[in-house]
């Protein structure tokens, strides 16, 4: 093809107006620095249409011609140039490609190599996903920062002559000759006064390095001519060919954050969607002072350019802490390609890499517990909270949860771990909640499954646990159970020893009347009711719901959700083998002892329950108590 182009006038962009140029270049971008990235992305496509155009035409304008871009600046005249070796245009294409908006010379070609793809071999295909530009409005964002720009350009056709295209940022353009004479195209950008910032080498490195680094051809910058990117993105490798020591490097580069992750995760995977990935644990949920990650979420690629910087789509709220990058070619971005649409691509990707990042966690937990125990000491909360929060996931992640136990204070465990160390007769898995594990150590309601010698598990997160418990009822078919239920169902104890306790301390209850009713009368509206029970051994009461009062794991709900919430009056249970309940109701009911003990064994009970207001208020009883016990 030999194209002879002519000076022209001013030429009026085909079917558009001043107000679409508008629309694009002041509402489409959301930053203004996206038209390096744009012009860049463009350059790279026209590279990688050369790439392809060599594989079956040896008829080249200089073949031996480096494949790259070229960007300088000059802050005085307020210019940014910037030059590629790619496949170049005529006249004719200038007109098409530039003088009609939304018009896409990369996804025309596309279109075409699509249609010879099964022809073509290993090498051009991988060429075709570098295809980057699939919108034509790209170039247009330039006007975001210009007054002025001009295109040289000159086609790797031989016989093509080159051309210029002008255009003052208004309705029309026009088309002139040039007297470029190496293949490729150059771009001269004018800046506008409040855009003259960006003529300055070290903004420009700053912008590639976070949008283009791993642009696939080198991007040189500068006097010098300073390679300013990577080229080579981690992700996109096989993961046979990283060693540990470049994900970790990696990783420090992309966050600043001074200490290794706990763990990391490769991703390549062609179904149900294309994608490729790194995740990272890090080291601790809170950020350290100089890292550039300010907030969650992945890092968002699109054929190696950047698309969000913090993509919160891609892994639910609850996995929100996990750093990465996450780069797909099946990518459903809008016009501007900033954001990405909401569609099943963005479900399928989702799902995928969520799955994947519960498998890291797995895995870890299985190769390195003591790596395992440090993730879960900082990210455990995320966890439960996922089990609170995700329908489809819930179950997934019941596997991951850790707790200590009344049998380990310092070791976690999980709950298949607690299930295998399940006596036969145990018909449930117990738990107890807790505002802390101190004191749910000393709950009176382990008393009784301590008689049983069964293991439960401290759940001692008050704002966490109660929400993770409405969703986890079970596990591996083993109903969970809190102690504290007053009609906690167990087992007998059928021991000798256990038969003459019973004897030695066996009262009958009308024995028992009087005390209660003076607790009764003592305590008043404070409880609901006052009576005996068996559950006890080493505690002389405790507190428990009466009949038809919600849960313990509502009630701490409630109290959470609503600052009016009052806990329903509970029913105070004594210990009928307990000393201190045995000699009270020896004591004469006109001994003043008993009125303080009454009040005294009450607050205990509330303070072991996390329900005390305001504990300093025993202090003068207790002095009370001990001065009476010394006389």
């Not at 489409?28 to 496509?45: G, K, P, Q």
């Amino acid at each position: 093809m030999v194209d002879t182009p002519k000076t022209s006038g001013s030429i009026p962009f085909k079917a558009e107006t001043r107000q679409i140029l508008d629309i694009l270049i002041h509402s489409l971008y959301t930053e203004r620095e996206i038209f390096l990235r744009e012009l860049i992305s463009n350059a790279s496509d026209a590279l990688t249409r050369l790439e392809f155009e060599m594989l079956t035409n040896h008829e080249i304008l200089d073949p031996g011609e480096e494949l790259g871009i070229w960007i300088s600046c000059d802050p005085d005249a307020k210019t940014i140039t910037l030059r590629d070796t790619g496949i170049g245009m005529n006249a004719a294409e200038m007109g098409e490609n530039l003088g009609t908006i939304a018009h896409s010379g990369a996804r025309a070609f596309m279109n075409a190599a699509k249609q010879t793809s099964e022809k073509a071999d290993g090498a051009s295909q991988t060429k075709l996903a570098d295809i980057i530009g699939q919108f034509g409005v790209g170039f247009y964002s330039v006007f975001m920062v210009a007054n002025e720009v001009r295109v040289n350009s000159r086609s790797f056709r031989k016989d093509d002559q080159p051309s210029s295209w002008v255009c003052y940022g208004g309705d029309t353009y026009s088309i002139e000759s040039s007297e470029k004479t190496t293949r490729g195209t150059e771009i001269v950008i004018h800046l506008n006064e409040d855009a003259a910032d960006f003529a300055q080498e070290f903004k420009l490195r700053e912008i590639i390095h976070k949008h283009s680094d791993f642009v696939p051809y080198p991007i040189y910058l500068g006097k010098n001519n300073e390679q300013a990117n990577k080229r080579t993105a981690l992700w996109r490798q096989s993961p046979r060919q990283v060693e540990k020591k470049d994900y970790i490097e990696f990783y420090k580069q992309m966050t600043l954050d001074f200490e290794d992750p706990i763990t990391y995760s490769h991703i390549s995977a062609d179904a149900p969607v294309q994608i490729y990935s790194v995740l990272f644990m890090p080291a601790k949920a809170e950020r350290g002072m100089f890292t550039v990650r300010k907030e969650d979420g992945l890092k968002l690629y699109a054929r190696k350019i950047l698309i969000q910087e913090y993509c919160k789509d891609l892994l639910p709220e609850y996995l929100g802490f996990i750093q990465g990058v996450v780069d797909s070619e099946d990518l459903p971005l809008n016009v501007s390609r900033e954001n990405v649409q909401a569609n099943t691509v963005m479900s399928r990707l989702k799902k995928l890499i969520t799955a994947k990042a519960i498998d890291m966690l797995k895995k870890l937990a299985v190769d390195d517990k003591d790596a395992y125990s440090k993730f879960w000491q900082n990210f455990g909360r995320y966890i439960k909270h996922g089990i609170s929060t995700e329908q489809g996931d819930s179950e997934a992640l019941n596997g991951l949860l850790r707790f200590h136990t009344t049998s380990s204070l310092e070791n976690w465990s999980s709950l298949e771990e607690y299930v295998s160390r399940m006596k036969e007769d145990q018909p449930a898995i117990y738990y107890i909640l807790g505002d802390e594990e101190r004191s749910a150590m000393v709950s009176p309601h382990l008393d009784v499954v301590r008689q049983h010698g069964y293991e439960v598990i401290l759940m001692s997160d008050p704002l966490v646990d109660p929400f993770m418990l409405l969703r986890l009822k079970e596990y591996q078919g083993k109903e969970l159970q809190n102690i504290a239920q007053a009609d906690l169902k167990l087992p007998e104890i059928t021991s000798p020893e256990n038969s003459q306790d019973e004897q030695k301390s066996s009262v009958p209850m009308e024995d028992w009347l009087s005390l209660i009713d003076r607790f009764k009368q003592q305590l008043g509206e404070k409880v609901s009711d006052v009576r005996m029970t068996d559950r006890l051994s080493d505690s002389p009461a405790r507190l428990v719901d009466p009949t038809g009062s919600p849960n313990q794991e509502m009630q701490r709900v409630y109290r959470l959700l609503k600052e009016d919430f009052e806990a329903p009056k509970k029913v105070l249970e004594l210990n009928p083998r307990h000393p201190i309940i045995r000699r009270l109701n020896d004591v004469s009911a006109e001994d003043d002892r008993i009125s303080m003990a009454v009040d005294q064994l009450y607050e205990n009970a509330l303070l072991i329950e996390g329900l005390h207001k305001d504990p300093a208020s025993m202090i003068g009883r207790i002095h009370q108590l001990i001065e009476k016990a010394l006389q």
